[in-house]
């Protein structure tokens, strides 16, 4: 059984959980933002907002990399970043048949859920949005788990895992990370059923009823946010990739009736000014999947996501 081993307090608001967690068959750490009031004996819950992060970073990137803390120190909800692995991509592994660890998707929406709300006192109102590989993550936790989550944004990620050409880019990089890159869904043809159940474009008629935000570069050159001088990297590349992909997942949403909110831009890297841009923009919507329309401040109220580029995502 999952259970928390160890609590390390950053701040007032801020605390890192240590899960000792058996789908994953390790301790992993998750980082919380509690807000005004919290404490374990209180008699209310709190909303819940998901941040997840990229591939090849981990956990505290949102505090890392931006001002997350500052931006919801008002916000009356609780934010979780968990531990994902560097390649974990969201999923419960295949394991050509064996399953078993590493059972990421089972961690994130069974054992931290729950433990969340046993003894963190987390409610049942959630939100879920990520970068890159977390913006798969979110998109596909929503569509697997539908009612869990109010709200799903995706910033920069693969919404539509079996078009031509992305299985081998996905099996790639599980590879380039030292991975076996069948070890996560089997073979894309002869274990399609298993592509096919985590694929956000092919679960979108389960994403019905929730408010949605997708966005992504569909080019890979500089742009506006970028700063002056900034090196060209290959990973920016993923951009025209991200939004190959959104197109094709906004094509079924739309078919189903659903009408996310989309917002696909000309220029710009696969970096941190743009995910954080992209929250900013989301954050209504945030706000009110959660019911938490009056936490809203005004705009000049507001403290910006201040960031800076990041190899990661």
């Known amino acids: 059984m999952a259970r928390v081993v160890k609590e390390r307090w950053l701040g007032q608001r801020m605390v890192d959980i240590h899960i000792s967690s058996p789908s994953v068959n ?35 990137s949102w505090t890392r990399m931006t001002n997350i803390a500052a931006t919801t120190e008002n916000m009356d909800a609780i934010i979780v970043m968990p531990e994902a692995g560097r390649a974990g991509n969201y999923s419960d592994w295949y394991n050509h048949g064996r399953r078993g660890a590493p059972a990421w998707e089972t961690f994130h929406t069974y054992e931290l859920r729950r433990l969340l709300e046993i003894g963190y006192r987390a409610g049942s109102r959630r939100a879920v949005a990520g970068l890159s590989m977390g913006a798969y993550g979110a998109m596909k936790y929503a569509a697997r788990h539908p009612g869990m989550f109010r709200f799903a944004g995706s910033y920069s990620g693969i919404m539509s895992t079996r078009l031509p050409g992305i299985p081998e880019l996905i099996m790639n990089a599980q590879a380039a990370e030292g991975q076996d890159p069948k070890a996560l869904w089997g073979d894309p ?41 900034a090196p060209w990297s290959p990973a920016h590349l993923s951009e025209p990739i ?34 954080k841009r992209e929250f900013d923009r989301s954050f209504p919507m945030i706000l009110s999947a959660l019911g938490l329309e009056e936490d809203a401040r005004d705009e000049d109220d507001s403290p910006p996501l201040g960031l800076w580029t990041h190899p990661f995502g």
């Open 26 to 60: 390790a301790v992993l750490p998750v980082r919380l933002l509690l807000p005004e009031g919290w404490s374990k004996g209180a008699r209310r819950t709190w909303p819940v907002l998901y941040l997840l992060h990229g591939g090849a970073d981990d956990y505290t």
């Open 189 to 229: 043809i002869r274990n399609h059923r298993v592509w096919k159940a985590n694929d956000p474009a092919y679960l979108a008629r389960n994403l019905r009823g929730m408010k949605l935000y997708i966005s992504s570069g569909t080019t890979s050159r500089l742009g506006e946010l970028d700063p002056p001088g």
């Open 242 to 275: 991200s939004a190959y992909t959104a197109k094709d997942l906004v094509a079924k949403l739309r078919r189903y009736g659903v009408k996310p909110m989309v917002h696909l831009y000309k220029d710009g890297t696969h970096s941190w000014p743009y995910w």
